[in-house]
């Protein structure tokens, strides 16, 4: 498949749009639906990350492959940050301390197969791949 590209500004209230491109890809690829589940999931989770602790930012996404494999790749102009080294947050020691948030990476980590970070010309790279 041809290389699909949607650029826009970090901010959250944007999601709806990163959503709806990202359903119109995995309609178009005929995805199954765990696997059109796995990139909404991490799309949103990353463009989240960006929009709150990037912004102001520009971010372009990137999605290309075909049914049986996808990479996804963000480049933002957000200041330098590697997901990929965050650390995973502490076990909670019981449900009332789990709390909101600081779980996303550690979903986009299980639902992708693989995940690697640049920082390339003053932007940040995040390539997800799946399958």
């Given at each position: ?25 995995v309609t178009a690829w005929n ?11 991490c799309a949103e989770e ?86």
């Amino acid at each position: 498949m041809k290389p699909l590209t949607l650029a826009l500004p970090a901010e959250l209230a944007r999601a709806a749009e990163l959503a709806a491109w990202v359903e119109g890809a995995v309609t178009a690829w005929n995805l199954p639906s765990a696997r059109a589940h796995a990139l909404h999931l991490c799309a949103e989770e990353i463009f989240a990350n960006i929009a709150m602790h990037a912004a102001p930012a520009e971010v372009t996404v990137t999605l290309e492959g075909d049914a049986t494999r996808q990479v996804m790749v963000f480049t933002d102009t957000g200041p330098p940050f590697d997901p990929t080294s965050a650390p995973p947050p502490p076990p909670p020691t019981d449900f009332d301390s789990i709390g909101i948030g600081g779980r996303g990476l550690l979903l986009v980590r299980r639902f992708a197969g693989t995940m690697a970070h640049a920082r390339e010309d003053g932007r940040n790279r995040l390539e997800l791949t799946f399958g």
